[in-house]
């Protein structure tokens, strides 16, 4: 761990391994993730999109 990563104390190293946080979450990123994840989350925000748009449109219309 580098420097600035380090826990601030015992207590807080103790509880991030316990509940399992990660280390470097600078580090994440989307291609990590596997296809069918990725694949799901990119449906989830096109279909809110959508919806969004056609209730707009629908609420103008009316």
Known sequence: MGEDQKPFNDVIDHFNKVEGNASNLGKASLKKFPRRLKYFGFFIVVFFSITII?????NLLN
């Open 54 to 58: 056609l209730m707009i449109i629908l």
